[in-house]
């Protein structure tokens, strides 16, 4: 594992992510791949600055096999910064987006630039799916404990992730049916597959609180 510091933030990037990547790479020429990671990429950086804002210092930022995902502070965040936290990936990407497409002055020709704006438009967008493992899902839970309560959170929060999977399920079969195959696809339909596998058991759980509004590790990832 390759280790380095970012803004005094240990960054940790693990061999299988760098031969994935790799992989990936050589079987997409047309460098949409590479875009998208950018994307995830800035989407995290986004993550890091709010966290930096907010007087808090994550303790890793961590490329691995399953993505890209930032190591939140032992120390507990309040529900308002916590929440400005994790708003401020898909924040970032929306506000990519908006300077991308000003730059080109609206063009909807299919350039670099464009796609790279379109990318950043829909990672934001996915990173606010009620999904227990992205923004949206740790969102929904924290908006959910502090008017339901606890018992009623989880049940929100299990029924909005396992409602979610099913549809993007539905969505990459269909796409995989309509001869769309690619190892990206591939590999989301199986984070999906696992995610699905996983909310089976009753009910799952949703992040826990303490009475001061701690939650578990800011785990980004792509899928």
Same mark, same amino acid.
């Given at each position: 594992? *390759?280790?380095g510091r970012?803004?005094?933030?240990?960054?940790?990037v693990d061999?299988?992510?760098?031969?994935?990547?790799?992989?990936?790479?050589?079987?997409?020429?047309?460098?949409?791949?590479?875009?998208? *990671?950018?994307?995830?990429?800035?989407?995290?950086?986004?993550?890091?600055?709010?966290?930096?804002?907010?007087?808090?210092?994550?303790?890793?930022?961590?490329?691995?096999?399953?993505?890209?995902? *930032?190591?939140?502070?032992?120390?507990?965040?309040?529900?308002?910064?916590?929440?400005?936290?994790?708003?401020?990936?898909?924040?970032?990407?929306?506000?990519?987006?908006?300077?991308?497409?000003?730059?080109?002055?609206?063009?909807?020709?299919?350039?670099?630039?464009?796609?790279?704006?379109?990318?950043? *438009?829909?990672?934001?967008?996915?990173?606010?799916?009620?999904?227990?493992?992205?923004?949206?899902?740790?969102?929904?839970?924290?908006?959910?404990?502090?008017?339901?309560?606890?018992? $009623?959170?989880?049940?929100?929060?299990?029924?909005?992730?396992?409602?979610?999977?099913?549809?993007?399920?539905?969505?990459?079969?269909?796409?995989?049916?309509?001869?769309?195959?690619?190892?990206?696809?591939?590999?989301?339909?199986?984070?999906?597959?696992?995610?699905?596998?996983?909310?089976?058991?009753? $009910?799952?759980?949703?992040?826990?609180?303490?009475?001061?509004?701690? $939650?578990?590790p800011l785990?980004?990832?792509?899928?």
């Amino acid at each position: 594992m *390759l280790e380095g510091r970012i803004l005094g933030v240990r960054v940790q990037v693990d061999f299988l992510f760098v031969a994935l990547t790799a992989l990936v790479l050589l079987t997409d020429p047309q460098g949409y791949t590479l875009v998208a *990671l950018l994307a995830c990429l800035i989407h995290e950086l986004g993550h890091l600055v709010m966290f930096l804002l907010t007087g808090y210092t994550p303790r890793a930022l961590i490329l691995e096999l399953t993505g890209i995902r *930032l190591v939140k502070p032992e120390q507990a965040l309040s529900p308002v910064r916590e929440a400005l936290v994790q708003s401020a990936g898909s924040l970032t990407n929306f506000g990519m987006f908006a300077l991308l497409m000003g730059l080109g002055n609206g063009s909807m020709e299919l350039t670099q630039q464009n796609l790279f704006a379109a990318t950043h *438009l829909l990672l934001g967008i996915f990173h606010l799916l009620p999904l227990k493992s992205l923004d949206g899902g740790k969102l929904l839970a924290l908006a959910s404990f502090r008017i339901c309560g606890a018992r $009623w959170s989880e049940r929100i929060c299990a029924g909005a992730d396992l409602l979610t999977t099913l549809g993007l399920l539905g969505m990459a079969a269909y796409m995989f049916l309509s001869g769309q195959q690619s190892l990206t696809l591939l590999i989301f339909s199986s984070g999906l597959v696992t995610n699905l596998l996983a909310r089976l058991r009753p $009910w799952g759980r949703c992040p826990q609180t303490s009475a001061k509004g701690a $939650w578990p590790p800011l785990d980004s990832r792509l899928f």
